[in-house]
């Protein structure tokens, strides 16, 4: 009798539910579910609508069972950084701020002035953003909003709470937070008790493949089926690198609204180059690290595409680019591109020319493709080794064009896929946890096996 897996995926444009089974040495899989997601404004601020999310989340359960799958294992993956704070009777205090809000501009300058970032940086090894968790919950203090808090828990936890009734802070996600001691792999306490965080938000981190609890009675009796949710690597950029079918030490690009590129480590690198080059060292499975540089990614061609409305598609916005020469390089990692008003317009300022759209195009797909190349020459140095091979995965693997000037860029081979490595990675972590799958090595070779993986030309 076959195990069934359901990978809930929530990115920050949309969810979707995917099942997952193993069949003759292969992982199978198909998506039941699937939903829309973006931030909404509230009170001047940018923030989630987590009960809508909650609500998204059950029907997609509701959803597996009515297209014929019961489901043993549930996990749940989101992007970081973000979290949900709750008062003494597991309420939600507030809402839950979206990290491209600007709340933290203030509080990142006053953490800075109690703790340096470069001491930070030593001490945790993530990389500067101002919305990473340590500037938001900052943002928390200095506003009043952790005055009532009891926990704290990062949104992928917290969707598992509503569905459990059970806590749990996982590490990937957990060391997002820029409050992670790099070598101890537990909540640097000193870190938090200098910025005067109350410790009881901080529980016991638990470790990709930990059991949750099984689904409350009612959510039970709504999906029509009882299972147990288990924790992937709950962080999507962790799920997605563990689906990547690379070799030991094989450099990696997760390419979605965010570019991650990177590579896993035995060990973090908290040394100077790497603090300079932006480098993160965020956690992974089996006390590893994923040594990797945020890039800002498709959110910029997502965007644009979502400017010009209508029936605009991202295979037309490519094929502009495509047929428009362009010498023009912006940084795409200038924090005016994190959430500008308009981002056409941005652009145009940014060049300082009144470009139409197909040149707007052309400039983000060469201005991706250039940092990505550097990126990984800075990856290069810092490591001081050289690699022949940049594996792209995620939705952004199945675009052709900017697969094709990152080789040209890069010098790279590219390997491209599997495009659904974060449903993938959720999934494998599932199948590991209940003892179906080995290990991480026995995992990617199925996924080799199981989803086409194909090379640049």
């Not at 990473?132 to 928390?140: R, S, V």
């Not at 390997?415 to 995992?443: C, F, R, Y």
Request: hydrophobic share 35%; aromatic share 8%.
């Amino acid at each position: 009798m076959k195990n069934y897996y359901l990978a809930i995926d929530i990115g920050a444009s949309s969810g979707r539910h995917i099942v997952g089974w193993l069949e003759d040495g292969k992982l199978k899989t198909e998506e039941v579910y699937r939903f829309a997601n973006g931030t909404e404004s509230k009170g001047g601020h940018l923030i989630w609508d987590s009960e809508r999310l909650f609500k998204e989340v059950v029907e997609g359960l509701k959803t597996a069972h009515i297209k014929g799958y019961t489901p043993k294992y549930i996990g749940i993956d989101t992007w970081a950084v973000d979290y949900a704070l709750l008062d003494k009777d597991d309420k939600l205090i507030g809402g839950v701020y979206a990290y491209r809000d600007s709340r933290t501009e203030r509080s990142s300058q006053a953490v800075h002035r109690i703790i340096s970032f470069n001491e930070l940086y030593q001490k945790t090894g993530i990389q500067f953003q101002p919305f990473n968790t340590i500037y938001q919950l900052y943002a928390d203090k200095l506003s009043g909003k952790l005055e009532k808090a009891e926990s704290m828990l990062m949104l992928p936890d917290y969707l598992g709470f509503l569905l459990t009734g059970v806590k749990k802070q996982e590490y990937t996600n957990a060391t997002s937070t820029g409050l992670v001691n790099a070598e101890t792999h537990n909540w640097d306490w000193d870190i938090i008790e200098l910025l005067g965080l109350n410790r009881k938000l901080f529980g016991e981190i638990a470790q990709p493949k930990t059991v949750v609890g099984k689904l409350k009675k009612d959510i039970a009796d709504a999906a029509g089926y009882s299972a147990t949710v288990i924790l992937p690597a709950t962080h999507d950029t962790a799920s997605a690198v563990l689906a990547a079918p690379v070799d030991e030490e094989s450099p990696y690009i997760s390419s979605g609204t965010w570019s991650l590129l990177g590579i896993e480590q035995a060990r973090a690198h908290t040394d100077e180059e790497s603090r300079k080059a932006n480098y993160s060292n965020e956690g992974s499975i089996n006390g590893r690290f994923r040594y990797q540089k945020n890039i800002m990614g498709l959110w910029m061609i997502q965007s644009v595409k979502r400017e010009l409305g209508g029936s605009v598609t991202f295979a037309s916005l490519a094929e502009m680019a495509k047929c428009k020469e362009s010498k023009i390089i912006i940084d795409v990692n200038d924090n005016r591109f994190l959430s500008p008003k308009n981002m056409t317009e941005e652009i145009k300022k940014a060049v300082m020319s009144n470009i139409g759209t197909a040149s707007i195009m052309r400039v983000i797909y060469d201005s991706l493709a250039k940092s990505y190349a550097e990126a990984i020459e800075e990856l290069e140095r810092n490591t001081g080794k050289t690699y022949k091979t940049l594996n792209i995965i995620g939705g952004g693997s199945r675009d052709t064009l900017l697969n094709e000037l990152t080789a040209k860029a890069t010098g790279k081979k590219i390997i491209t896929g599997p495009v659904e490595a974060t449903a993938i990675g959720n999934l494998i972590m599932q199948m590991s946890g209940a003892g179906e799958i080995k290990d991480l090595a026995e995992a990617r070779r199925i996924i080799k096996k199981s989803f086409d993986i194909k090379e640049v030309k």
